[in-house]
């Protein structure tokens, strides 16, 4: 098992999509959320742990690009 973290900026046209849900459910991701600054309309930001293999973490980083 490998642990990143990361930082996400979410565009406020995607703050409404389950992206963490995505990485957990398709890519078989654990998340650990360590700071969160999102509202409605507005750019949002995630501070992430990410812990899992390293082709699914991979394949999760792909897909939030």
Do not use: R
Not at 8 to 35: E, F, M, R, S
């Amino acid at each position: 098992m490998k642990k990143i973290k990361v930082a996400l900026y979410y565009p406020a046209g995607v703050i409404t999509k389950p992206i963490t849900y995505h990485l957990v459910k398709d890519y078989d991701l654990q998340i650990n959320i360590l700071h969160a600054d999102i509202s409605l309309n507005k750019v949002g930001k995630l501070i992430l742990d990410i812990t899992g293999t390293e082709g699914n973490i991979e394949a999760g980083l792909k897909f939030i690009e």
